[in-house]
């Protein structure tokens, strides 16, 4: 039987072309010119495929692509004007199989049709044999599962499988989007292809656009001989980004030129290398956030994420529990050539079903593998599955200690607002408000005064040079009496300067900023502490800085940068 196919697009010198092309590949076709003929071709005849302009004279292709996907399967795709892809991104949402960039470049446009051909091919096999096609068997022996959450994800993989389009797998680490990228790929017409996965995190930054365009001889250091990139090798099959999130920003825009323009240029190449690949990609984080964050290009994620399919956890589907472990353990016992697959007690597998799987089907198989090793025999019971006991009395007293545990964080809370009310009242003048600083700041400051060291809760008056003199001459009972009266000469002398500090920041704070500058204040401020120290300490400089808390040498530099004297006579 003839393949037919329709034709639509304003430009009679393009459709000809179409046509002769067509008909060399022993396709007969029709061609309309506007979007009101083509809808009368469309319901007079029937047509295998369709090939359409987005761009029309009396309408939108995005339309007939709409009609014609909600009425029939058949496959159709798009022709697009340079510059146009959000037009053609969304003719892929809509339901187009594929999309073609003018200028029409003929050998784009055959592989097109042959996509298209093998695409009605299977349609004919899966008709032939309703009951259980081969498709429908290759899905239900590779992604196990017949929850009900399962049905339409595999109704849709059955449909993304048939489309050129793009498509993001978003979903938790462990949900298999590997696997549901290997069957999007095994149930396509690139099946004959390669099926190239990538981990984008896994390739060092500098040599990612080696990796993915591949390079010439002698391009730079170490390139020996030519490398074909993934690009290249994934040519005529499907390319598995994992992990798209973690691209660097560099090389977005690159792989965003590759995907619109399908063309890669190897390093150190002078001409870029047309390449018919399919995209699909893959990660666990939130790509829309990382979009708002600045941390993926906008652009590249409209280009990726054409068609999104979210995969569910495992705790989605805990019915399907009992026939993946039986599906694991019979691939252990394959995989670890054992006489027979392991099988788990009926109290082993109620409690998997309980069990809250943050790895999800990868953290089963971990599992499974664990107790296929500790178990003695081909039976699997719950301790060796290395899984806590749960009891109900202790899943209450969890829940009332969750509960108190969440009450008691909240008056915290209760108390930061009142505290907050209490404030708002207190400060309710500006008057009010100001005494409130003052008397704040000369808290600090009287701290500050008696307890110079961060660390220490009293202050220690070390003794002075001339105590330590007198101690050691017996006879001279006068000098002591002196030095006792030149420490309390000092003392009360410090105690004077540090009120009139105080007095100085209640005025200050009264309203008053300082005359000549903050620098200037602190400065002021830190030299008045480190005579302080001083005057408690004999002028002993290490002791000084002991209670400061700071170095000597530290405090030698402050004194020379305050200007204050290294000899207490001065």
């Given at each position: 039987?003839?393949?037919?196919?329709?034709?639509?697009?304003?430009?009679?010198?393009?459709?000809?072309?179409?046509?002769?092309?067509?008909?060399?590949?022993?396709?007969?076709?029709?061609?309309?010119?506007?979007?009101?003929?083509?809808?009368?071709?469309?319901?007079?005849?029937?047509?295998?495929?369709?090939?359409?302009?987005?761009?029309?004279?009396?309408?939108?292709?995005?339309?007939?692509?709409k009609e014609i996907s909600n009425s029939s399967n058949i496959p159709i795709a798009v022709i697009t004007a340079h510059g146009s892809m959000d037009l053609a991104i969304e003719a892929l949402k809509l339901g187009a199989f594929d999309f073609v960039n003018k200028p029409l470049e003929l050998p784009r446009l055959r592989q097109l049709v042959e996509n298209a051909l093998k695409v009605i091919h299977q349609d004919n096999e899966v008709q032939a044999a309703p009951e259980c096609s081969p498709e429908q068997k290759m899905l239900d022996s590779r992604l196990i599962g017949n929850s009900a959450v399962m049905h339409p994800l595999k109704n849709?993989?059955?449909?993304?499988?048939?489309?050129?389009?793009?498509?993001?797998?978003?979903?938790?680490?462990?949900?298999?989007?590997?696997?549901?990228?290997?069957?999007?790929?095994?149930?396509?017409?690139?099946?004959?292809?390669?099926?190239?996965?990538?981990?984008?995190?896994?390739?060092?930054?500098?040599?990612?656009?080696?990796?993915?365009?591949?390079?010439?001889?002698?391009?730079?250091?170490?390139?020996?001989?030519?490398?074909?990139?993934?690009?290249?090798?994934?040519?005529?099959?499907t390319l598995f980004l994992d992990e798209v999130a973690d691209l660097p920003l560099a090389m977005q825009v690159k792989l965003l030129r590759a995907i619109q323009e399908k063309t890669v240029r190897a390093i150190g190449d002078t001409k870029e290398v047309p390449v018919d690949i399919r995209i699909l990609s893959a990660t666990h984080k939130d790509l829309?956030?990382?979009?708002?964050?600045?941390?993926?290009?906008?652009?590249?994620?409209?280009?990726?994420?054409?068609?999104?399919?979210?995969?569910?956890?495992?705790?989605?589907?805990?019915?399907?529990?009992?026939?993946?472990?039986?599906?694991?353990?019979?691939?252990?016992?394959?995989?670890?050539?054992?006489?027979?697959?392991?099988?788990?007690?009926?109290?082993?597998?109620?409690?998997?079903?309980?069990?809250?799987?943050?790895?999800?089907?990868?953290?089963?198989?971990?599992?499974?593998?664990?107790?296929?090793?500790?178990?003695?025999?081909?039976?699997?019971?719950?301790?060796?599955?290395?899984?806590?006991?749960?009891?109900?009395?202790?899943?209450?007293?969890?829940?009332?200690?969750?509960?108190?545990?969440?009450?008691?964080?909240?008056?915290?809370?209760?108390?930061?607002?009142?505290?907050?009310?209490?404030?708002?009242?207190?400060?309710?003048?500006?008057?009010?408000?100001?005494?409130?600083?003052?008397?704040?700041?000369?808290?600090?400051?009287?701290?500050?005064?008696?307890?110079?060291?961060?660390?220490?809760?009293?202050?220690?008056?070390?003794?002075?040079?001339?105590?330590?003199?007198?101690?050691?001459?017996?006879?001279?009972?006068?000098?002591?009496?002196?030095?006792?009266?030149?420490?309390?000469?000092?003392?009360?002398?410090?105690?004077?300067?540090?009120?009139?500090?105080?007095?100085?920041?209640?005025?200050?704070?009264?309203?008053?900023?300082?005359?000549?500058?903050?620098?200037?204040?602190?400065?002021?401020?830190?030299?008045?502490?480190?005579?302080?120290?001083?005057?408690?300490?004999?002028?002993?400089?290490?002791?000084?800085?002991?209670?400061?808390?700071?170095?000597?040498?530290?405090?030698?530099?402050?004194?020379?940068?305050?200007?204050?004297?290294?000899?207490?006579?001065?």
């Amino acid at each position: 039987m003839t393949t037919t196919a329709l034709v639509v697009d304003d430009e009679v010198d393009l459709c000809r072309l179409m046509q002769i092309t067509l008909t060399k590949m022993g396709i007969r076709s029709d061609v309309a010119y506007t979007l009101s003929q083509a809808r009368t071709f469309w319901q007079d005849n029937d047509y295998d495929f369709c090939l359409t302009d987005l761009k029309l004279p009396d309408g939108s292709g995005l339309e007939l692509v709409k009609e014609i996907s909600n009425s029939s399967n058949i496959p159709i795709a798009v022709i697009t004007a340079h510059g146009s892809m959000d037009l053609a991104i969304e003719a892929l949402k809509l339901g187009a199989f594929d999309f073609v960039n003018k200028p029409l470049e003929l050998p784009r446009l055959r592989q097109l049709v042959e996509n298209a051909l093998k695409v009605i091919h299977q349609d004919n096999e899966v008709q032939a044999a309703p009951e259980c096609s081969p498709e429908q068997k290759m899905l239900d022996s590779r992604l196990i599962g017949n929850s009900a959450v399962m049905h339409p994800l595999k109704n849709t993989i059955l449909k993304l499988a048939r489309s050129q389009a793009p498509v993001f797998l978003s979903g938790a680490s462990g949900t298999g989007k590997e696997v549901v990228a290997r069957l999007i790929h095994d149930l396509s017409p690139r099946r004959d292809g390669s099926f190239v996965p990538v981990n984008c995190g896994a390739i060092p930054s500098e040599l990612m656009e080696s990796e993915f365009f591949g390079h010439k001889k002698g391009s730079f250091t170490g390139a020996v001989a030519d490398k074909q990139g993934l690009f290249q090798q994934a040519n005529g099959g499907t390319l598995f980004l994992d992990e798209v999130a973690d691209l660097p920003l560099a090389m977005q825009v690159k792989l965003l030129r590759a995907i619109q323009e399908k063309t890669v240029r190897a390093i150190g190449d002078t001409k870029e290398v047309p390449v018919d690949i399919r995209i699909l990609s893959a990660t666990h984080k939130d790509l829309s956030q990382l979009v708002q964050d600045g941390a993926f290009r906008q652009d590249l994620y409209y280009r990726i994420n054409v068609i999104e399919l979210k995969l569910p956890t495992l705790n989605a589907r805990r019915d399907d529990i009992p026939v993946l472990a039986d599906h694991f353990l019979a691939m252990i016992a394959d995989d670890w050539q054992l006489e027979s697959p392991p099988s788990l007690t009926m109290e082993a597998c109620e409690r998997l079903q309980r069990h809250d799987f943050a790895g999800n089907v990868r953290e089963l198989r971990n599992l499974l593998e664990r107790a296929v090793t500790l178990a003695d025999t081909s039976y699997i019971d719950v301790s060796h599955l290395g899984l806590p006991d749960i009891e109900p009395e202790l899943v209450n007293t969890q829940e009332q200690n969750h509960s108190s545990a969440v009450d008691s964080s909240e008056l915290p809370a209760r108390d930061v607002e009142n505290q907050i009310d209490v404030q708002s009242t207190a400060q309710s003048t500006k008057d009010g408000e100001q005494v409130i600083q003052s008397s704040s700041m000369v808290t600090q400051v009287e701290q500050r005064a008696t307890n110079l060291h961060p660390y220490r809760t009293n202050t220690n008056h070390y003794p002075s040079m001339v105590q330590h003199s007198s101690a050691s001459n017996d006879n001279s009972s006068t000098n002591v009496a002196n030095t006792y009266d030149e420490e309390s000469l000092l003392a009360s002398t410090a105690q004077q300067e540090t009120s009139k500090d105080i007095s100085d920041l209640q005025e200050l704070f009264d309203g008053q900023l300082p005359p000549q500058g903050l620098e200037h204040y602190l400065q002021e401020q830190e030299k008045q502490l480190i005579i302080t120290a001083l005057r408690q300490t004999g002028w002993n400089k290490t002791q000084a800085a002991e209670l400061l808390g700071t170095t000597f040498r530290s405090l030698r530099y402050r004194m020379k940068k305050l200007e204050i004297s290294e000899d207490a006579s001065d």
